[in-house]
């Protein structure tokens, strides 16, 4: 039995959209590559057969990622969250206990984490977000980076972008 995975509204149609081009788009591209590609002959040395080969390996393994996906995703609706404890869909402000330099990051689900966006979009599965899960307004939690342990305080849980 799979995982739930938690998204956001947004993350969701993200990944139905991307679906969905692969399946009435780049599946039939992928099609034509191959019917052309084999009508160069020789298939055991044809370059272009072998590559829309694996394009069309992935194509398939993409489109069956993706309904895996899709079928164990629980949409969050924001709008019902309570600001109460860290979930996805919410904002955190936190404070670094060492240097006391606050960071805002945005609580997402694992397809939809980008940690070089402002604020960084980290997954709900990452190291830092494991750690601060379901924490509450004042918790501390720490968590391994590649520099070493960083403990953090919650400062704010919002559904709105706080300021610094």
Sequence with gaps: MSEE??????????LVAERDD???????EVSEKLKDA??????????????????????????????????????????????????????????????????????LGVTESDPFSDPPRVSYDSPIGKAMFGKKIGDTFEFETPDGKMQYKIEEISK?????
Excluded: C
Aim: net charge negative; no cysteine.
């Design 38 to 107: 084999r009508s160069y002959g020789d298939l055991s040395e044809n370059a272009e057969f072998d590559a829309a080969k694996d394009e069309h390996l992935w194509v398939e393994n993409r489109i069956k990622e993706l309904d895996d996906l899709l079928k164990n995703a629980r949409v969050v609706n924001v709008d019902e969250l309570s600001e109460d404890s860290v979930y996805v869909g919410l904002f955190v402000k936190v404070k670094d206990v060492a240097s006391s330099e606050e960071e805002v990051y945005s609580i």
């Design 5 to 14: 995975v938690l998204m956001t509204q947004e993350g969701y149609d993200k």
């Design 160 to 164: 709105v972008m706080p300021e610094l």
């Design 22 to 28: 692969l399946v009435a788009t780049k599946r039939s």
